[in-house]
């Protein structure tokens, strides 16, 4: 079995700044993806970024204003946040993408709220 435990949500300002956390546990797979999605109130999940050894792609959104990384030792990723905007606002989810029997498997967190607010 895979868990995943975000940490890090809560209530900011805009201009703000807050960093989320996700620790894997139970197996770890070998070939996998880390990464953010996020679900505002009446959207669709979207993905925010996601990192695969040293390489991260991030929706053009927060290009520039959060950073994810990870630490492979730890089995851990997380997402630091910056200038955070009203739009930002969401439940942020923790996902871990991993390859198994030939096909990909994704886990997700329980889900952290972002709220960026004055």
């Known amino acids: 079995q895979v868990q995943l435990v975000e940490s890090g949500g809560g209530l900011v300002q805009p201009g703000g700044s807050l960093r989320l956390s996700c620790g894997v546990s139970g197996t770890i797979f070998s070939i996998n993806i880390m990464g953010w999605y996020r679900q505002a109130p009446g959207k669709e999940r979207e993905l925010v970024a996601t990192i695969s050894g040293a390489n991260a792609i991030y929706a053009d959104s927060v290009k520039g204003r959060f950073t994810i990384s990870r630490d492979n030792t730890e089995n851990t990723v997380h997402l630091q946040m910056n200038r955070l905007k009203p739009e930002d606002t969401a439940v942020y989810y923790c996902?871990?993408?991993?390859?198994?029997?030939?096909?990909?498997?994704?886990?997700w967190g329980q889900g952290t709220q972002v709220t960026v607010s004055s």
């Open positions: 996902n871990y993408s991993v390859r198994r029997l030939g096909s990909w498997v994704d886990y």
